[in-house]
Nanobody
Framework: QVQLVESGGGLVQPGGSLRLSCVVS????????MSWYRQAPGKERELVAT????????NYADSVKGRFTISRDDAKNTEYLQMNSLKPEDTAVYYC??????????????WGQGTQVTVSS
């Protein structure tokens, strides 16, 4: 059974940092584009960042560019999201996802259960 398990969420003050991790099992991790989504209360789920296989290309939502860094370790079947200079508006449940690109569109397939990130003083 495919599993994506996130960790690393929590409460942090504005300007602080967190690193999220997502361990993937029962999936050919190296064959998939990996991504992070987030969903804030009352808002739609938003694509935050993607990283292609072999880490050849990354993309970020404008709202996190320059602050967040997505990475992956294919030997460990793990992806990461380093979040710096966090703002209250980054507060959301963050979801790990494995999918693929169809042209210029990212197609999400497998989801994690989510980890809560709260940015507050």
């Amino acid at each position: 059974q495919v599993q994506l398990v996130e960790s690393g969420g929590g409460l942090v003050q504005p300007g602080g940092s967190l690193r999220l991790s997502c361990v993937v099992s029962e999936l050919a991790f190296g064959n998939y584009v990996m991504s992070w989504y987030r969903q804030a209360p009352g808002k739609e789920r938003e694509l935050v960042a993607t990283i292609t296989s072999n880490s050849t290309m990354t993309n970020y939502a404008d709202s996190v560019k320059g602050r967040f860094t997505i990475s992956r370790d294919d030997a460990k079947n793990t992806e990461y999201l380093q979040m710096n200079s966090l703002k209250p508006e980054d507060t959301a449940v963050y979801y790990c996802n494995a999918g693929f690109h169809y042209g210029d569109t990212y197609v999400p397939i497998w989801w994690g259960q989510g980890t809560q990130v709260t940015v507050s003083s």
